[in-house]
């Protein structure tokens, strides 16, 4: 039976069925790589004209160069829209009340995929979810502006055959989503992050259960000035943390939506799913990106990323272990080797503290305190100086048992300041 209608079989399509297309599609939804290009894009632009926006599962075919650069867009639909050759969204204004949508999108051939100076604004959500970025030219999110209401989604999307991916000067006015996002793996294949004459903000993006191996940052800033707190109080500042990092400490949830596919002309199911973070995924986020940093020789910010892998190990033990366990202690004393001002006050701090005991305990007349209790026995308790030495001993077993615990922790207090001190003048 002739068929008069698109046989597209995701959404009802009034356009009729291209003649000999072996799916009965349309001249729009047909998937044959040579049909009339001039005809398609004469349609793309009638389209266009008419402020009809909606795309969804357009195929266009390799040799046509899309150009929608300049183009003012209002709830656009690519859903499963399939771009062959280079794509251009250059300068395009994305608006509306319904969101922008470009999931399960592909943009594939070896053209060059072009989102740069792209604006999306107004309400809804910008969405690549399960996008495919495979362009042999890259793909370019340069100075893009993502400021959707309801933000901006690359869950689930694909970037591993795509040669370069990057996001230079892009501005996340909301939070972006890179949920389950598949990065490349291969050594010269990479996504960019990067700020040229400011740093690119990175505070409202979250790369949970992602695969970073190849994510490199430069002039990047995350959630700064972070305050730390010790016993209840905010003495400490991180110079940033992840956003995911916020995210497990306010025991938020990540929503995934996941899409069924049907075969028929009904809407696909679309079925969300609550799923709990625990600190141990944002550790190894953690891991990774210092990795990636290591590997750029960016070891300061590297060190950074050091401190938040050791926190979030820490936070995902139980209250005593996270709060008094040795993790803990080297954070308190050195900042996970990352702080070494830290370890010298500390060291300052316990030579005092013990001396002054050493003081309280011996019997009156006391002897002077800067000479005898401060460098007779506290310094050189703490430098180990006094091994062996006779005579000159703290007062009481109380006094020995303090000067023995001051031989102990002292030195590992020099130990940790020597450390954190050579991985600083090393980077």
Request: aromatic share 18%.
């Amino acid at each position: 039976m002739t068929q008069t209608q698109c046989q597209y079989e995701y959404k009802e399509c009034p356009h009729p069925p291209l003649a000999d297309d072996k799916d009965n599609f349309c001249l729009f939804h047909s998937q044959n790589d040579n049909k009339d290009k001039n005809d398609f894009w004469d349609g793309i632009q009638k389209k266009l004209q008419n402020k009809d926006f909606n795309f969804e599962g357009y195929y266009f075919p390799p040799g046509l160069k899309a150009d929608f650069s300049g183009i003012e867009f209002t709830d656009a639909n690519f859903v499963r829209a399939t771009f062959k050759d280079a794509a251009n969204f250059y300068n395009a204004k994305f608006s509306g009340k319904g969101g922008t949508y470009f999931t399960l999108a592909r943009f594939s051939g070896k053209g060059k995929t072009i989102f740069v100076s792209a604006q999306f604004s107004g309400k809804g959500r910008t969405d690549f979810r399960g996008a495919q970025f495979s362009s042999g030219g890259g793909t370019d999110f340069s100075n893009v502006t993502f400021s959707r209401e309801g933000g901006t989604y690359f869950s689930v999307a694909d970037f591993t055959k795509c040669n370069t991916t990057l996001f230079e000067d892009t501005r996340f006015g909301t939070e972006c989503k890179f949920l389950y996002t598949a990065f490349p793996w291969k050594g010269d294949h990479l996504i960019i992050f990067r700020g040229t004459r400011k740093p690119i903000d990175l505070s409202r993006c979250s790369f949970l259960y992602s695969n970073p191996e190849r994510l490199i940052f430069h002039n990047f800033k995350f959630i700064e000035n972070e305050p730390e707190k010790f016993l209840g109080l905010s003495i400490w500042r991180r110079s940033f943390i992840l956003p995911d990092e916020k995210t497990v400490d306010k025991g938020e949830t990540v929503t995934i939506t996941k899409e069924e596919i049907k075969t028929g002309k009904e809407t696909p199911i679309k079925q969300q799913e609550e799923i709990k973070v625990d600190y141990s995924h944002v550790e190894s986020l953690y891991r990774q990106f210092k990795k990636n940093l290591e590997e750029e020789r960016n070891w300061e910010d590297a060190g950074e990323f050091h401190y938040g892998e050791m926190e979030c190990k820490r936070k995902g033990l139980t209250r005593f272990w996270r709060n008094f366990g040795l993790i803990a202690l080297y954070r308190y004393f050195s900042g996970y080797g990352e702080r070494p001002l830290r370890a010298l006050c500390g060291l300052v701090f316990f030579i005092f503290l013990f001396a002054g005991f050493y003081w309280w305990l011996d019997a009156p007349p006391r002897q002077d305190f800067w000479d005898y209790y401060l460098w007779n026995l506290s310094i050189k308790a703490a430098f180990l100086q006094r091994i062996g030495e006779t005579g000159n001993d703290p007062a009481g077993i109380v006094g020995k048992f303090i000067y023995l615990l001051e031989s102990v922790l002292c030195p590992t207090l020099i130990a940790m300041f020597i450390l954190a001190l050579r991985r600083r003048l090393k980077r």
